[in-house]
């Protein structure tokens, strides 16, 4: 059964830094995987999607990698804004479902001004 | 485009009590989910359909029952509600056709349901 893991539960870091937030997942066999974001109250926004066959993708100051042998993504984000303060999940769409998204449960990002 | 909508945004509900989330989207998207949440973990899919008239169980559907005689309209039914029903609910869409964008889903703003 797939199980998917965020890496740490939460970060506070001060405004500028680059971060990165990390997912695993345990099988290997996925169609693609989704960075979302989650603001209070609000719905969930998607980010970016990395198909099974690429490595990374951009978008402005965000850039997702992932590594599918070893059943790793990361979200990098670029000189981090007050307004980056959300959470961040990371969902897999099996290869053996009717594309059904297996979610972790998020990181919540905190960013100082 | 309004995008994906739910109602209501907030109810209390007592044990054994009946309701309807309402979803709607005016995208002309093919496939819409349920979602729950509870606190601090991830979302787990409820139902699902992909298209008008058909819908099929995700990983949580027991206590929930769902319909899809519209496009736009993926209303979900507790019946007999209990407390382990306490959560955040997500409505979301995806277009369904070919291409990257196909599988990128939008969300609905959530309702925040609790029983007691």
């Known amino acids: 059964k797939q199980e998917v893991t965020q890496i740490p539960a939460a970060l506070s870091v001060p405004e500028g830094e680059n971060l990165v937030l990390n997912c695993s997942f345990t099988d290997s066999a996925i169609y693609n995987l989704q960075w979302f974001r989650q603001d209070p109250g609000k719905g969930l926004t998607s980010l970016l999607l990395i198909q099974s066959s690429q490595r990374e993708q951009t978008s402005g100051r965000l850039n997702a990698s992932l590594d599918k042998s070893s059943g790793r993504s990361t979200l990098y984000i670029a000189a981090s804004q007050p307004g980056d303060s959300a959470t961040y999940l990371c969902?897999?769409?099996?290869?053996?479902?009717?594309?059904?998204?297996?979610w972790g449960a998020g990181t919540k990002l905190i960013i100082k001004p | 485009n309004a995008g994906v909508t739910q109602t209501p945004k907030f109810r209390i509900l007592k044990i054994g009590q009946s309701m309807t989330l309402q979803c709607t989207q005016d995208m002309n998207h093919n496939y819409m989910y349920w979602y729950r949440q509870d606190p601090g973990m991830g979302l787990k899919l409820i139902y699902y359909s992909v298209g008008a008239g058909i819908t099929d169980k995700g990983e949580v559907p027991n206590g929930y029952n769902v319909s899809r005689s519209t496009t736009e309209d993926f209303p979900l039914r507790l019946e007999l509600a209990a407390p382990s029903q306490t959560s955040v609910y997500f409505c979301?869409?995806?277009?369904?056709?070919?291409?990257?964008?196909?599988?990128?889903?939008?969300f609905g703003p959530g309702t925040r349901l609790t029983v007691t």
């Open positions: 969902a897999v769409a099996q290869m053996d479902s009717n594309y059904q998204l297996i």
């Open positions: 979301a869409s995806r277009p369904g056709t070919s291409g990257r964008g196909a599988y990128e889903q939008y």
